[in-house]
Each structure stands twice: as structure tokens, then as C-alpha cells.
């Protein structure tokens, strides 16, 4: 089946600096990827769509100045996540369109600490 | 807008037997696919099974099954034959068709016991 990457699997940081994680899609092209948190023992919720050359699309409530989002190719899209405060600790994890129509794969998510 | 919901937080299974994880959801969209994921505790998302909502037969993948009952609006995963590694969250999501993001439910922790 189709294989997504995210790098780092984790990271801690320190409060007001930036983070930026990668997706990559390693055996697949993605037009679309996307960007979903996981605060724990809670579900995945979507923060954005990322597409591929063009601005990306965020849900409502989600911040974009503080979650950047470029997908410059059609095999990886990254996340930035600047200036981060204690409160951005979370889970985040990367999907993308698989080969069917009918499928997402995805990546085995970052864990984000920020002290 | 979409709803998905999971009414089981916690489910409990012996070994070898089957079980069933619960799951309705509410859409105005005629047109819809629904999804099974598994999450174990390394975090990443397994996709399990797929249902199509103009599918006429329910889905199968090996020990996995879903019973569709499209005027009750519930996407029931059945897992057969528990097998200890199948202890996991699982969590059903909804796509309308033509869109690509997932809505997710809050997900059901299975513990199979020994």
C-alpha cells in the first residue's frame, strides 16, 4: 500500500520557537494532503488542506499566521509551527490521498512537546 | 454538516471471539464513503476497511467486516477471531464524496484479554 513519512516523529521545544514538521509521500504523488491534531485520548481533527502549489484551506478556528502550511511539491508538505506555546502540544499527523479514490493513508505522526 | 459517533469509549473481548464497535453518523450528503481506522498506542492510523454508501453488498477484509445499515445510518465494525494485537483505539470517520477530509468519532478502546 501507498506509504506516508512524517519527520520528526518527535520533537520538544522550547516556548516561542518555531517547529516545522514534514509529510512526505514516499511511493505516490499527493495533489492533496492533510493536517490533522491530536490533543489525548481525544479523536483527529482537522486543521488544514494542503494543496499542492496553492494556498492552503483551514478549518474554522485554526490559526493559519501560527500554522504554516506550504506544499511545494507533490510529494511532501510541511507544517510550521511558529512560535509555539505549551498549549500547541499535541499530536500531529499528516494524510494523503491514496492510489484508490476511496482511500487516506497516513503518516505515523509527530508528537510535539513544548516546554 | 457531518456527525460521527462512537458510544462505546471502552470495550472488552476474550481472545478468539468476535466483537462488534458501534457507529452511526448523520449527513445531508446522498453520497458518502465511511472508514474504519485502528490506532494503536505508537499513534499511527491503520486504515482497516472502506464502505461506500451506494455500495449494495457490506464490506470484508479478512477478520474485519462492516455491517452497513444505510437507513439507520450505522457503520458497525466486526472483528472476528480477537487476537491479542488487535488491542487498539479505533475510530470511524466519514468523507462526503467529492471531498477528501475525514470527520472522525471519538473512537472506541478495544482491549482484547487473554
Known amino acids: 500500500g501507498a506509504v506516508v513519512s512524517q519527520h520528526p516523529s518527535w520533537v520538544i521545544c522550547k516556548s516561542g520557537t518555531s517547529v516545522k514538521i514534514e509529510c512526505r509521500s514516499l511511493?505516490?504523488?499527493?495533489?492533496?494532503m492533510f493536517w490533522y491534531r491530536q490533543f489525548p485520548k481525544q479523536s483527529l481533527m482537522l486543521m488544514a488542506t494542503?494543496?499542492?502549489?496553492?494556498?492552503?484551506?483551514?478549518e474554522q478556528g485554526v490559526e493559519k499566521d501560527k500554522f504554516l502550511i506550504n506544499h511545494a511539491s507533490l510529494t511532501l508538505s510541511t507544517l510550521t509551527v511558529t512560535s509555539a506555546h505549551p498549549e500547541d502540544s499535541s499530536f500531529y499527523i499528516c494524510s494523503a490521498g491514496g492510489l484508490a479514490a476511496d482511500t487516506q493513508y497516513f503518516g505515523p505522526g509527530t508528537r510535539l512537546t513544548v516546554l | 454538516a457531518q456527525k460521527i459517533t462512537q458510544t462505546q469509549p471502552g470495550m472488552f473481548v476474550q481472545e478468539k471471539e468476535a466483537v462488534t464497535l458501534d457507529c452511526t453518523y448523520d449527513t445531508s450528503d446522498p453520497s458518502y464513503g465511511l472508514f474504519w481506522y485502528k490506532q494503536p498506542s505508537s499513534g499511527e492510523m491503520i486504515f482497516l476497511i472502506y464502505?461506500?454508501?451506494?455500495?449494495?453488498q457490506n464490506a470484508t477484509e479478512g477478520r474485519y467486516s462492516l455491517n452497513f445499515q444505510k437507513a439507520r445510518k450505522s457503520a458497525n465494525l466486526v472483528i472476528s477471531a480477537s487476537q491479542l494485537g488487535d488491542s487498539a483505539m479505533y475510530f470511524c470517520a466519514m468523507r462526503r464524496t467529492g471531498a477528501n477530509n475525514l470527520f472522525f468519532g471519538t473512537g472506541t478502546r478495544l482491549t482484547v484479554i487473554p
Open positions: 464502505q461506500g454508501s451506494y455500495d449494495q
Open positions: 511511493d505516490f504523488q499527493a495533489t492533496t
Open positions: 494542503s494543496n499542492e502549489g496553492s494556498k492552503a484551506t483551514y
